[in-house]
């Protein structure tokens, strides 16, 4: 006992006495010097230490960079690189050839059939047949009344926006009574509200503006951070990018496939400005457990934004339609926002989707207003400006032509036809389904052969799914066009006859486009991958580079 009285009563004597000892004959500037250096040494060092980053993926990407500058390997990158580029280009070459192109105006305008046929030749160029239910997702309701109710509604609607309050307050009031109707199916209370948004990348991008700014102006955060699994949509990565949040992304369970929570709450710090939860997630349709999540985000005071973009207007009718779900929506104590899709399977136009609070003070948030500005006062709720009217009516049309029976109808039968698959696949060897879909996505994977073969197999038989990486697999998104006559059982079938097909030599690598896409996996520098999916993207745009004319009907283009 003495003794440790002694050490604690003497070691900030003998501490003391080494610092004055070290600088006894120093002059008064290089004292100054020596501290600032120090403490500006160690800001430095836990500026450094303390990224979302970690240290590991900090130094592959520097050493990476450093690799890319050295001229042979940065040839060799390039020469592959424009390989790359080529064949996109020359896909896209390939796949509108029988169509002619409008690089400039007509010397004279189309007239009205001309146009439509071109119209409908555009739109029939298309690889998979999405009406006979071949792609997943994509497109997830087109009966020929409602296209036809919409059709008229825009075309009634199509100038207005709701930017002009006082020109168009029947806009402005669509777009409060399409909100109004959401936040009660999520069981907002007369607190909830929201806005309408282009889709469900905006919706995000408004929560975390809106969230991010209330850490600042509320609580001071000057560095905001966002935690979410690895799973949340990419949109949450390309909202950090736009309004300079940093990520700390938190693993998931590779059973469940849903965010381990111990791992979230270790993951938050004072800077943590919103955390997330998917309702389902887009690469495996599981979800979150949201009620866990929300006890954190009341725990630290922090707001909690619940995904639900993909299946928010199945998960609001599915309890009605006879499936029950753990409490998700603003029912949960802690959960501050929503975002759910109503392009998706609320079955409206695209380009809409809806961003839901719990309470206005942080739709306040949300919102870009600029008071002095010479030419008046602006004020914003989203990101555009002017805004698409006609998406709105035909929104609210929407939601008022098919009522609450037939969105539960609806839902029942793409809830059934998923649950078919998924029972049906479950029963195949050679395969699994990751985790346990909640809604319309179900995902496979193999442990016995690589899985992007039995997507070679599909694409063969006229099937659009969609991969998924780390692990391998893929997923189909069921939309009402699964729900007609035959088309669930088709698939199962085309699925069981690849997967017989493929165990006969499971050992076989993956060939075709697909091997691209699954060598892209094996890349340790990720930014020779950003690079394959720019120039994909670039591909999108394609025209000849030729300025040569050629002729439709007579007609110089």
Same mark, same amino acid.
């Given at each position: 006992?003495?003794?440790?009285?002694?050490?604690?009563?003497?070691?900030?004597?003998?501490?003391?006495?080494?610092?004055?000892?070290?600088?006894?004959?120093? +002059?008064?500037?290089? /004292?100054?010097?020596?501290?600032?250096?120090?403490?500006?040494?160690?800001?430095?060092?836990?500026?450094?230490?303390?990224?979302?980053?970690?240290?590991?993926?900090?130094?592959?990407?520097?050493?990476?960079?450093?690799?890319?500058?050295?001229?042979?390997?940065?040839?060799?990158?390039?020469?592959?690189?424009?390989?790359?580029?080529?064949?996109?280009?020359?896909?896209?070459?390939?796949?509108?050839?029988?169509?002619?192109?409008?690089?400039?105006?007509?010397?004279?305008?189309?007239?009205?059939?001309?146009?439509?046929?071109?119209?409908?030749?555009?739109?029939?160029?298309?690889?998979?047949?999405?009406?006979?239910?071949?792609?997943?997702?994509?497109?997830?309701?087109? @009966?020929?009344?409602?296209?036809?109710?919409?059709?008229?509604?825009?075309?009634?609607?199509?100038?207005?926006?709701?930017?002009? @309050?006082?020109?168009?307050?029947?806009?402005?009031?669509?777009?409060?009574?399409?909100?109004?109707?959401? &936040?009660?199916?999520?069981?907002?209370?007369?607190?909830?509200?929201?806005?309408?948004?282009?889709?469900?990348?905006?919706?995000?991008?408004?929560?975390?503006?809106?969230?991010?700014?209330?850490?600042?102006?509320?609580?001071?955060?000057?560095? @905001?951070? =966002? *935690?979410?699994?690895?799973?949340?949509?990419?949109?949450?990565?390309?909202?950090?990018?736009?309004?300079?949040?940093?990520?700390?992304?938190?693993?998931?369970? @590779?059973?469940?496939?849903?965010?381990?929570?111990?791992? =979230?709450?270790?993951?938050?710090?004072?800077?943590?400005?919103?955390?997330?939860?998917? *309702?389902?997630?887009?690469?495996?349709?599981?979800?979150?457990?949201?009620?866990?999540? &929300?006890?954190?985000? *009341?725990?630290?005071?922090?707001?909690?934004?619940?995904?639900?973009?993909?299946?928010?207007?199945?998960?609001?009718?599915?309890?009605?339609?006879?499936?029950?779900?753990?409490?998700?929506?603003?029912?949960?104590?802690?959960?501050?926002?929503?975002?759910?899709?109503?392009?998706?399977?609320?079955?409206?136009?695209?380009?809409?989707?809806?961003?839901?609070?719990?309470?206005?003070?942080?739709?306040?948030?949300?919102?870009?207003?600029?008071?002095?500005?010479?030419?008046?006062?602006?004020?914003?709720?989203?990101?555009?400006?002017?805004?698409?009217?006609?998406?709105?009516?035909?929104?609210?049309?929407?939601?008022?032509?098919?009522?609450?029976?037939?969105? /539960?109808?609806?839902?029942?039968? *793409?809830? +059934?036809?998923?649950?078919?698959?998924?029972?049906?696949?479950?029963?195949?060897?050679?395969?699994?389904?990751?985790?346990?879909?909640?809604?319309?996505?179900?995902?496979?994977?193999?442990?016995?052969?690589?899985?992007?073969?039995?997507?070679?197999?599909?694409?063969?038989?006229?099937?659009?799914?969609?991969?998924?990486?780390?692990?391998?697999?893929?997923?189909?998104?069921?939309?009402?066009?699964?729900?007609?006559?035959?088309?669930?059982?088709?698939?199962?079938?085309?699925?069981?006859?690849?997967?017989?097909?493929?165990?006969?030599?499971?050992?076989?690598?993956?060939?075709?486009? =697909?091997?691209?896409?699954?060598?892209?996996?094996?890349?340790?520098?990720?930014?020779?991958?950003?690079?394959?999916?720019?120039?994909?993207?670039?591909?999108?745009?394609?025209?000849?580079?030729?300025?040569?004319?050629?002729?439709?009907?007579?007609?110089?283009?």
């Amino acid at each position: 006992m003495v003794t440790e009285m002694s050490t604690l009563y003497y070691g900030p004597t003998v501490l003391k006495q080494f610092i004055n000892t070290q600088f006894q004959n120093k +002059e008064p500037w290089q /004292i100054v010097s020596i501290t600032m250096t120090t403490v500006l040494t160690f800001v430095w060092l836990w500026d450094f230490l303390n990224q979302d980053e970690s240290l590991m993926s900090r130094t592959k990407k520097f050493v990476f960079r450093v690799c890319r500058k050295i001229p042979y390997i940065s040839n060799q990158i390039d020469k592959e690189l424009g390989k790359v580029a080529d064949k996109f280009d020359k896909d896209a070459e390939d796949r509108f050839k029988s169509l002619p192109f409008f690089t400039q105006l007509p010397l004279d305008g189309l007239k009205e059939e001309e146009i439509i046929n071109l119209t409908k030749e555009y739109l029939d160029n298309a690889q998979y047949d999405w009406k006979e239910g071949f792609v997943s997702g994509a497109v997830y309701y087109n @009966p020929q009344e409602l296209l036809s109710l919409l059709g008229k509604v825009y075309a009634t609607t199509s100038y207005t926006n709701p930017l002009h @309050p006082e020109v168009f307050p029947g806009i402005c009031k669509m777009e409060a009574e399409v909100v109004r109707i959401s &936040a009660n199916l999520f069981h907002g209370s007369p607190e909830s509200c929201g806005t309408m948004t282009t889709g469900g990348t905006e919706s995000i991008l408004m929560a975390c503006k809106a969230f991010r700014d209330y850490g600042r102006n509320v609580k001071g955060i000057k560095k @905001p951070r =966002m *935690v979410i699994p690895r799973t949340a949509h990419p949109a949450f990565e390309k909202a950090a990018n736009y309004l300079g949040i940093s990520i700390r992304y938190v693993s998931t369970d @590779p059973i469940t496939t849903g965010v381990s929570i111990t791992e =979230m709450e270790k993951a938050i710090n004072w800077n943590t400005v919103m955390l997330v939860g998917s *309702v389902p997630n887009y690469p495996y349709g599981t979800m979150d457990d949201i009620k866990s999540i &929300a006890s954190l985000g *009341v725990k630290y005071d922090i707001p909690v934004h619940v995904d639900c973009c993909l299946g928010g207007f199945l998960l609001a009718f599915m309890p009605e339609a006879g499936y029950e779900l753990p409490p998700f929506d603003f029912r949960v104590p802690g959960v501050t926002s929503i975002s759910a899709d109503t392009h998706k399977y609320a079955y409206c136009p695209k380009g809409s989707s809806v961003i839901l609070y719990s309470h206005p003070k942080y739709r306040h948030e949300q919102y870009c207003i600029t008071t002095d500005w010479p030419g008046g006062i602006y004020g914003s709720p989203t990101v555009g400006g002017s805004r698409a009217g006609g998406v709105i009516a035909t929104c609210w049309a929407t939601l008022m032509h098919l009522g609450k029976n037939e969105y /539960i109808k609806n839902t029942k039968s *793409v809830v +059934e036809t998923a649950k078919y698959i998924e029972e049906e696949l479950r029963k195949v060897n050679g395969i699994f389904i990751f985790g346990k879909p909640v809604t319309s996505v179900i995902a496979i994977g193999s442990n016995d052969f690589h899985v992007f073969r039995l997507i070679e197999k599909l694409n063969g038989n006229g099937w659009c799914v969609n991969p998924l990486q780390f692990p391998p697999g893929l997923h189909i998104c069921v939309t009402h066009v699964h729900t007609q006559d035959g088309v669930a059982e088709r698939f199962v079938d085309d699925v069981k006859e690849a997967v017989t097909e493929i165990l006969k030599d499971p050992k076989m690598e993956v060939q075709g486009k =697909m091997a691209m896409y699954g060598m892209s996996q094996g890349i340790p520098d990720r930014s020779i991958v950003g690079d394959f999916t720019r120039f994909f993207l670039d591909a999108m745009y394609y025209t000849p580079k030729s300025d040569a004319t050629t002729t439709l009907n007579g007609i110089k283009k």
